[in-house]
């Protein structure tokens, strides 16, 4: 079931009579259960096509909608929807969590009752119990993100917006988040994901859209992305170095060695003679070179914006 739509999404600023597309046409859909991380570069238009989804402010052309409601029309949508913003903004600093959670609770449409039952329940699945009467702000930073998430989910949404949800966190605090975002999506929410953390977003995203300049120049699931833009290389690593009759050898067939232990073979079918000249040496590891999320994005940037310079040299000439 799509629980999160956007339809043509697109939303001008007039300032000082310039006029600033930050976003131009944007669509897509998330599906319950589902992680979508949504990447751009700064000033792209992620957090004005959010803030429409969200029902915060208003496109000029083209819908949302969250589990079929459109929160523009009918503000009840709103019901159906968590966030969890960037530097917990969700939450109230001088309020305890128990307070926090019954607050937000209420505000999304839970009577007091539901808000402090929901709220104890995820007091404990989070190990915040014995926190529950101290001061937000004097609970550590991986403690209060996690508070974030039981105050976005205090009401049982069906679609999660993640700001930044890892930035500033120590190690052990983003494992438990990691976790945290995949238990909340294997439950049945759809989830919006927003980071310049592009491990993170590869880690956790079924899905990825990339969007530059106020357009998405990319949606795909995350392994074909990966797939897409990986070829077809293997990268072996020996145990030990090797030696140099083998190294001629391999570099006599056009396969690169790097440091004496590690071998690149850009095309697949030489994967067996390179076998036959490394035999019977031990290897560590065999496997396919595959690119990586931070490098992907930086190609289709850079290409998204060479694309775009051409059109406006070709509109201007
Ligand atoms: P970042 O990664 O830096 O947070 P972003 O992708 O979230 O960036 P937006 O904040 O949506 O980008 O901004 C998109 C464009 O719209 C930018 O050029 C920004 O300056 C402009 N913009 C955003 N909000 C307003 C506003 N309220 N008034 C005028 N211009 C705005």
Known sequence: MIALEAFNLRKTYRINNQIVEAVKNVSLNIASGQVMAFLGPNGAGKTTSIKMMAGLIKPDFGWTKISGINPHKNPSALEKLGAVLEGNRNVYWRLTPQENLEYFGVLKGLTHFQARKSGIALLERFGLQNKRRTAVQQLSRGMQQKLAFAVALVHQPQVLLLDEPTLGLDVEATEDVKILVREIAASGCAILLTTHQLDIAEQL???????QKGEIITELPTDELIRKFSGKAYK?????????????ELEKIGVEVEEKRIIYVSQ????????????????????????DLTQIFLKLVKEGNRKQETEKFMINN
């Open 236 to 248: 072996i690593q020996m145990e030990s170095v090797l030696d140099e009759v083998r190294i001629t």
């Open 205 to 211: 995203a079924d899905n990825i859209a990339i969007i």
């Open 268 to 291: 697949p079918e030489f994967i067996y003679k390179v076998f036959d000249i490394i035999k019977p040496l031990e290897l560590k590891i065999v496997e396919k070179a595959e690119a």
